[in-house]
């Protein structure tokens, strides 16, 4: 994929394309996927006119289950290669940002003692393939978050930003006479409210601090998974807070600290609960590299600190992003 760098009035050629590196790197969204958060530089102020794919390979190996269902007892290995498609514009001069994700990946699961919606034979060893649960969103700007072209945003100060996010999750694969699916036959609202703080002035070597909190509403899986006697699945809401500390090293390099909280997402089994609620902090530290103007890689892995009822997760997650700023825009 090339990038052709026109000439645009008041800002130099050569300037441009030396900036250009830093505002797509440092702002281009870095979306996660499975319950493993957005990643560092997610909710950064980014031009409008920025059109990108995300092409990620996560490797977990967790008791959540696919369906983002705390599973004690069950060990469930998951690879999925989400790719999430993204673009900015304004709306009324106001920053917005739509994206789209599709998950293809498979999970094997094996299990101890697993409550009863993950209906997994103890000892057996479980495969699925297919496509993990996608989302479609839109993410809009309410304080500090204004429409600019990529040269107005060069010229302008890092500034606090806040924004309103409204994601939803689709169900993936999912055969409600196989044991275990990648996909979660429910759909998913989620409801976040991110923000980022600069903690300097130097775009080259910023530093930022970003925060969201989130909620997550469950629909119920009428149609559970073979082995399973109940007729509804349902889960209570999920409440989630998610931060990261990132420092630019220079235009290319940089580094991250993150950290995760989830509270909620209690199942119940035909009303019975199955004492599934999840209490998890989770930490990760990560990398990123802008190769070319047009192309950067990411990489983070993460663990569990404090998993409520012996919840474990280990995550390896690397990005690679393709992105074209269209500088024609005013």
Request: aromatic fraction near 12%; charged fraction near 15%.
């Amino acid at each position: 994929m090339l990038v052709y760098f026109p000439r645009i009035k008041f800002v130099s050629p050569s300037v441009l394309t030396q900036n250009i590196s830093i505002v797509l790197f440092f702002t281009l969204t870095t979306f996660g996927s499975f319950a493993q958060g957005d990643g560092p530089h997610t909710y950064l102020l980014a031009p409008k006119g920025v059109t990108g794919l995300n092409i990620k390979w996560l490797n977990l190996h967790q008791n959540i289950s696919p369906p983002n269902i705390f599973t004690p007892g069950a060990s469930v290995k998951v690879n999925v290669f989400p790719v999430t498609f993204f673009h900015t514009f304004s709306i009324k001069g106001v920053y917005t940002q739509a994206y789209f994700m599709i998950n293809p990946g498979t999970v094997t699961a094996t299990a101890t003692k697993v409550p009863p919606m993950l209906p997994i034979p103890e000892g057996a060893k479980l495969i699925s393939d297919g496509f993990s649960d996608g989302f479609a969103g839109m993410r809009v700007g309410l304080k500090g978050a204004p429409g600019l072209s990529v040269s107005s945003f060069i010229e302008e100060k890092m500034r606090f930003s806040l924004f309103a996010d409204v994601r939803y999750w689709y169900s993936g694969t999912y055969d409600s006479k196989k044991i275990l699916n990648l996909g979660s036959n429910r759909s998913t609202v989620q409801v976040s409210f991110p923000m980022a703080i600069p903690l300097n002035q130097n775009r080259e070597r910023a530093t930022w601090l970003e925060f969201s909190p989130s909620v997550e509403f469950f629909a119920d899986n009428t149609d559970p998974s073979r082995g399973n006697n109940a007729q509804t699945i349902s889960q209570a809401p999920l409440y989630i807070l998610e931060s990261h500390l990132s420092h630019n090293f220079n235009k290319k390099f940089w580094s991250s600290v993150s950290l995760r909280y989830r509270q909620g997402g209690e199942t119940e089994a035909d009303g019975k609960a199955d004492d599934n609620e999840m209490q998890i902090l989770g930490a990760a530290v990560g990398i990123g590299y802008q190769i070319l103007p047009f192309l950067g890689v990411n990489a983070d892995y993460g663990q569990i600190l404090y998993g409520y009822n012996g919840a474990e997760s280990d995550m390896l997650r690397v990005a690679l992003v393709v992105s074209y700023a269209n500088l024609k825009k005013k």
